[in-house]
T-cell receptor, first 112, second 113 residues
Framework: EADIYQTPRYLVIGTGKKITLECSQT?????MYWYQQDPGMELHLIHY???????EKGDLSSESTVSRIRTEHFPLTLESARPSHTSQYLC???????????FGEGSRLTVL | GEDVEQSLFLSVREGDSSVINCTYT??????LYWYKQEPGAGLQLLTY?????DMKQDQRLTVLLNKKDKHLSLRIADTQTGDSAIYFC?????????????FGKGTKLSVKP
């Protein structure tokens, strides 16, 4: 069982609010990722990190930002949420050996 | 660039076998994976196969890899209603590239009683 946790699981907020989605893992993995998942299922990589103080944008442009101050923690922030940000956000980590990704349960964000 | 293709839907009857197919483009992929996503949850690794293997069996699951055709399949024997989920095929990409895996769009498996 993977030790990677996301909070909140569900969030409904109004337009213009600032939100932070939390992601923590206790496996000591250096690599962490954020995916955005469409209602139609497709996964899009929006951010990744290969270690502390390293963050990169993924292949889908996102207005969100991330930080990696500690190995175990990789929060994602939206400064001003909009309805177009409504989606499921999945956090994952990897030990870099087999390439296997361990996923959190996801945070489902709805912006009204 | 790298791409992973899989059909979007599959419907089977309980007790039948399910076969989910996937094609990928990067011949240098070291590992290929099958992930399962149940409603409202994250992805869970079902199984993976190393690129120098042709087949891997794990209880009801059989993975077949045709490296020449870049074709990967997942067979679920005696499919149960609890197998209803979305199944993602993924390939590993070289170290140093962005991200770690390239995912397909997912195949939604529906199991009818």
């Amino acid at each position: 069982e993977a030790d990677i946790y996301q909070t909140p699981r569900y969030l409904v907020i109004g337009t213009g609010k600032k939100i932070t989605l939390e992601c923590s893992q206790t496996m000591g993995h250096d690599k962490m990722y954020w995916y955005q998942q469409d209602p139609g299922m497709e996964l899009h990589l929006i951010h990744y990190s290969y270690g502390v103080n390293s963050t990169e944008k993924g292949d889908l442009s996102s207005e969100s930002t991330v930080s990696r101050i500690r190995t175990e923690h990789f929060p994602l922030t939206l400064e001003s949420a909009r309805p177009s940000h409504t989606s499921q956000y999945l956090c994952a980590s990897s030990d870099g050996n087999t390439g296997e990704l361990f996923f959190g349960e996801g945070s489902r964000l709805t912006v009204l | 660039g790298e791409d992973v293709e899989q059909s979007l839907f599959l419907s089977v009857r309980e007790g039948d076998s399910s076969v989910i197919n996937c094609t990928y483009t990067d011949s240098s992929s070291t590992y290929l994976y099958w992930y399962k996503q149940e409603p409202g949850a994250g992805l869970q690794l079902l199984t993976y196969i190393f690129s120098n293997m042709d087949m891997k069996q794990d209880q009801r699951l059989t993975v077949l890899l045709n490296k020449k055709d870049k074709h990967l399949s997942l067979r679920i024997a005696d499919t149960q209603t609890g197998d209803s989920a979305i199944y993602f095929c993924a390939e590993s990409i070289p170290q140093g590239s962005q991200g770690n895996l390239i995912f397909g769009k997912g195949t939604k498996l529906s199991v009818k009683p």
